[in-house]
């Protein structure tokens, strides 16, 4: 499975978020590759689920691959829960 994480413009949040997301795999056993994109990557690159900031959803309209969007991308409960529950629907 490959993840993206997202945000807006430059790495910094999109790299947090990886690292949450990647805690929280091999903290559930969970073998994926998890890639940190900003806003203009997202159109040429596949992922199976791409992990947003809520406030992104405008800008993903168009995209088809699953989204998971995060009110909070400090919230590692809300990052456990939503890409947990996303990744098992893709399984």
């Known amino acids: 499975m490959r993840i993206a994480a997202l945000c807006g413009m430059g ?3 999109s790299m947090m978020l990886k690292l949450s997301i990647e805690e929280i795999l091999k903290e559930e056993g969970i073998e994926a590759e998890v890639l940190s994109w900003d806003l203009g990557s997202v159109k040429g ?3 199976d689920l791409i992990v947003a900031p809520l406030d992104m959803k405008s800008n993903l309209e168009s995209v088809e691959t ?6 909070s991308l400090t919230d590692k409960e809300e ?6 529950k996303a990744i098992e629907e893709e399984s």
């Open 66 to 71: 699953k989204l998971v969007l995060l009110k």
């Open 79 to 84: 990052i456990r829960e939503k890409v947990l």
């Open 11 to 13: 790495f910094g949040s």
């Open 45 to 47: 690159q596949e992922a």
